[in-house]
């Protein structure tokens, strides 16, 4: 049997980069905790990717059940800037804005466990979740 290979943060983090930035998506927001609950969204996609292509998921993304941010995210795109991966724009750190170009990103790929397909999919799939219009809580009978 293959042994498989983890996954962690900093290197999902890496790959989803990538694959944002072979997409042409130069920005996102941090406002609102929209990027937050679309990265939360989208474990389970993470899991059933990362399974197909034997990978040891070795993270998964929680929400703060009344802030509703992750500080995993946030650690993860912490480093991601530490990197030069990313700049968290100032002055209020709402936006992050990647560094790296699409052909730059292609290089990122060649050292992550999984394939770059795998990343392009999931980019595709949490793009989708964040640009989804934000819906309110349905109201409660009294």
Known sequence: MPATRA???PDFMTGILAALAVNRVPVL???SNRLDQAFARLN???KR???A???DLKF???LHPVHQDSSQLQQALYEAAQRDLVSLDNPEFQRVRLKISPDEALAYFAGL???KEMYLRLAERLVGYYREPETEPEPTAR
């Open 49 to 51: 990717e990362a399974l």
């Open 60 to 62: 998964r993304i929680l």
């Open 113 to 115: 466990p999984g394939p």
């Open 44 to 46: 389970e996609d993470i």
């Open 29 to 31: 927001s941090l406002r």
């Open 7 to 9: 996954l962690y943060m």
């Open 53 to 55: 292509s034997g990978l």
